[in-house]
Antibody
């Protein structure tokens, strides 16, 4: 059974940093593109970033470029999101998601339960 | 960037009703359109991929159709457990969501 378990969320002040983790199990982690998708309170889904199987390609939504860094450790079956210079508008539940990619992202087949990041003074 | 327009934003229906949600793309996306269900406090769940393919384990009352720019998601015989918000998705873009309530 595919399992994705996020951790690392919490309350942080504007301008602060946080590192999210996603522990993967039940599949061969190194074979899949992985993603972070977020959802602000009461709002819709927003894709944040993704990373290729070997970590060689990474993509970000414009609003987080230069502030967030996605990474992975295939030996530890783990995905990460380093979030710096956090803003109030980054407040959201952050989901780790495994995607199916054929040239481009096709769909998000498995999701974690999410971790809440709250940016507030 | 391709824009996705999903409608309606909310919908109220009775148990047993047939429910339809639409998603329109700003340009031809072939059949690369997917549908998700999100129950309150839970993660999204993939229901339909590539416009009309039912994900494993998803009840057959859920279906999808369409190609090009216009797509439809249907629930035949609405059940109480189907109360959720439904999203369409193409590549890295999600629709705005449709909140489905029981009348």
């Amino acid at each position: 059974e595919v399992q994705l378990v996020e951790s690392g969320g919490g309350l942080v002040q504007p301008g602060g940093s946080l590192r999210l983790s996603c522990a993967a199990s039940g599949f061969t982690f190194r074979n899949y593109w992985m993603n972070w998708v977020r959802q602000a309170p009461g709002k819709g889904l927003e894709w944040v970033a993704n990373i290729k199987q070997d970590g060689s390609d990474k993509y970000y939504v414009d609003s987080v470029k230069g502030r967030f860094t996605i990474s992975r450790d295939n030996a530890k079956n783990s995905l990460y999101l380093q979030m710096n210079s956090l803003r109030v508008e980054d407040t959201a539940v952050y989901y780790c998601a495994r995607s199916v990619v054929v040239t481009v992202t096709r769909y998000f087949q498995h999701w974690g339960q999410g971790t809440l990041v709250t940016v507030s003074s | 960037d391709i824009q996705m327009t999903q409608s309606p934003s909310s919908l109220s229906a009775s148990v047993g009703d047939r429910v339809t949600i639409t998603c329109q793309a700003s340009q031809d996306i072939n059949n690369y359109l997917n549908w998700y269900q999100q129950k309150p406090g839970k993660a999204p769940k993939l229901l339909i991929y590539d416009a009309s393919n039912l994900e494993t384990g998803v009840p057959s009352r859920f279906s999808g159709s369409g190609s090009g720019t216009d797509f439809t998601f249907t629930i035949n015989s609405l059940q109480p457990e189907d109360i959720a918000t439904y999203y369409c998705q193409q590549r890295i873009t999600f629709g705005q969501g449709t909140r489905l309530e029981i009348k």
